[in-house]
C-alpha cells in the first residue's frame, strides 16, 4: 500500500507536481512523427495536462506550443498552417515552431512589437519515428535517449500507439507487474499446448516463481525464475527505467530489442506506445507452427480519432462495453473471456478506476518488483525535489543500454545478475554494445 499522499507525488505529473518536474528534466515523446503532416492541421497535444498545440510547417520542421495564442489566447488549434509558421485566426498574428512572432497584421508598422512577442513552444527534435519535446527548464536540454529500439531502420521497428483511461503510473505498473502473466493472459494454458522445444513452456508449469529484483542505475529491475531442467532455471527478465519506460519480457532475451512508454497526457489518460523489433523470435503465447493460441490473437481495432483533447488513437474495446468480454469464452477458450492480450491488459489497468487509491492494496512477495520501482520513483522525486538533484539517466542516457528484458534459462550455480551479465554478452543489438552492466548494490 502507499499513502495517499505518496499516491499523489507518483501520480500527478502537471506544471508544478514534483512529479511532474521530475518528468521536464527528460526528452518526452510527444506524438508519433506520422501524426503531422507539412503544412496539415495543427493537432491538439495534451502532454502532462498542459494543453498544446502541435503543427509541422511548410520545411517539415515541427512546432509544438500553448495552445492559446499570446495576443488574446485564442486557441491555435483553429491556426492556418500556412508558408512556415502558424496564424491565428483571431487577428492574424504568426508564429513559427520556435514561437517567434513573424507578423502582426492587425498593428499599424509604426506600433508592430512583433520582436518582444512570444509564443510558449517547446524544443523539438525527431528520432526513431517519433516528436521529441523537452518541457524543461535547460536553455541546454540534455541528450535525447538511446535505447536500441530507437536507433533501428524504421522498416525494422513495430510501433503501436494506443491510449489508456487511467493514470500513467497505474499503466507502467502493468508492464511490470509478471505475477498476472499466468492468470490474465495464459490462465488457461495447459503444458501440452505449449512446443515441448520452447524454453518458455517453463512458465506454464509453474505460475508462482521466486522473484529477485533491485534497484539500477536506469531504474529497477526483477527476474522470476523458475526451475527447468535439473541444474537450471528459467529466468524472465524486465527493467523499470525512469521516469515512465519499461522492457518486458516478451520473447527471447537475446533478440528482444524493445521498449514500451507510458506517457502521461494528464493525470487519467495516458499514451501508451509499444516498440518491437520485428525480427524477434516468435513469444510463449503462439503455437509451434507460429500462430496464436486461441483467445491471445492481438484485436486492436480504433475508434476514428477526433480533435477533442482525448481524441487520439483510442481503441474500440473499452470500459464502457467491458472490452466486450464474452463469458462463453471465459469458460471455454481462455481465462478472461477477453481476446487478445493487449486488450487484457488495457482492462485489468484501466477496471480500477482513473487513478488507483492505493490505500486499499494488499501487496504480496510477487509484488517485490511493483513495491521497489515506487520506492525508487519516490526517491527520484524527492531527491529532485529537495536541490535539483537529477537521476544519471538524464544527462547520461547511455546507461539504459545496459537494460535488456527477455527469457532465458541458465544454471542455478550462477547468481541472477551474473547470469544476466553473461546473456548481456551475447544479446543481439543494433550497435553491438550491449555489454555494460551497472547496478546498484543489492
Ligand atoms: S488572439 Fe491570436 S492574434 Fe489575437
Ligand atoms: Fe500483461
Not at 86 to 99: M, N, P, S
Not at 139 to 149: Q, R, V, Y
Not at 337 to 343: E, F, L, V, Y
Not at 431 to 440: C, D, I, K, Q
Request: charged letters at 25%; glycine letters at 8%; hydrophobic letters at 35%.
Amino acid at each position: 500500500m502507499l499513502t495517499a499522499a505518496s499516491n499523489e507525488m507518483l501520480c500527478r505529473t502537471g506544471p508544478g507536481t514534483p512529479m511532474g518536474n521530475l518528468m521536464r528534466e527528460y526528452w518526452i515523446p510527444a506524438c508519433l512523427s506520422s501524426e503531422l503532416k507539412a503544412d496539415g492541421e495543427p493537432m491538439r497535444l495534451l502532454l502532462l495536462s498542459e494543453q498544446l498545440i502541435a503543427f509541422r510547417d511548410t520545411d517539415g520542421r515541427v512546432g509544438i506550443m500553448e495552445h492559446r495564442c499570446p495576443h488574446r489566447c485564442a486557441s491555435l488549434f483553429f491556426g492556418r498552417n500556412e508558408q512556415g509558421g502558424l496564424r491565428c485566426v483571431y487577428h492574424g498574428w504568426k508564429f513559427d515552431v520556435e514561437g517567434n512572432c513573424l507578423d502582426m497584421p492587425n498593428v499599424p508598422p509604426s506600433q508592430d512589437f512583433r520582436h518582444r512577442v512570444r509564443a510558449k513552444a517547446y524544443k523539438v527534435v525527431e528520432r526513431g519515428g517519433f516528436v521529441w519535446t523537452y518541457m524543461g527548464k535547460r536553455a541546454e536540454p540534455p541528450p535525447l535517449p538511446s535505447f536500441d529500439i530507437l536507433l533501428l531502420p524504421e522498416e525494422e521497428r513495430l510501433t503501436r500507439a494506443h491510449q489508456r483511461e487511467c493514470n500513467w503510473f497505474q499503466s507502467l505498473e502493468g508492464d511490470i507487474d509478471t505475477s498476472h502473466f499466468g492468470f490474465l493472459h495464459i490462465g488457461a494454458l495447459k503444458v501440452e499446448d505449449v512446443d515441448p522445444k520452447s524454453i518458455h513452456r517453463w512458465s506454464v508449469g509453474d505460475r508462482a516463481p521466486d522473484y529477485k529484483a533491485t534497484e539500477t542505475d536506469w531504474g529497477t529491475m526483477y527476474a522470476a525464475y523458475r526451475p527447468a531442467e535439473p541444474g537450471d532455471y528459467y529466468y524472465r527478465f524486465a527493467h523499470y527505467m525512469l521516469p515512465f519506460f519499461t522492457l518486458t519480457p516478451n520473447g527471447s532475451f537475446e533478440d528482444q530489442v524493445a521498449c514500451t512508454m507510458n506517457v502521461p497526457m494528464d493525470d487519467t489518460h495516458t499514451m501508451v506506445y509499444n516498440l518491437s523489433w520485428k525480427k524477434k523470435t516468435r513469444p510463449l503465447e503462439t503455437t509451434k507452427n507460429g500462430e496464436w493460441i486461441a483467445g491471445l490473437a492481438p484485436d486492436a481495432k480504433y475508434l476514428p480519432n477526433t480533435n477533442d483533447w482525448h481524441g487520439r488513437n483510442r481503441l474500440v474495446a473499452r470500459k464502457e462495453n467491458d472490452y466486450f468480454i464474452d463469458r462463453e469464452m471465459q469458460k471455454h477458450v481462455n481465462y478472461t473471456g477477453i481476446q487478445g492480450i493487449g486488450r487484457q491488459d488495457q482492462a485489468a489497468v484501466e477496471c480500477m478506476g482513473d487513478l488507483v487509491d492505493r490505500s486499499l492494496e494488499h501487496l504480496a512477495p510477487s509484488d517485490r518488483m511493483i513495491a521497489i520501482t515506487r520506492k525508487r520513483a519516490l526517491e527520484a522525486v524527492q531527491t529532485h525535489m529537495k536541490d535539483g538533484t537529477v537521476p544519471a539517466t538524464v544527462d547520461n542516457p547511455d546507461l539504459y543500454r545496459g537494460a535488456r528484458g527477455g527469457a532465458f534459462v541458465a544454471s542455478t550455480k550462477l547468481d541472477w545478475l551474473a547470469a544476466y551479465a553473461e546473456k548481456l554478452q551475447t544479446a543481439k543489438s543494433p550497435l553491438g554494445l550491449l555489454t555494460r552492466m551497472p547496478l546498484a548494490a543489492e
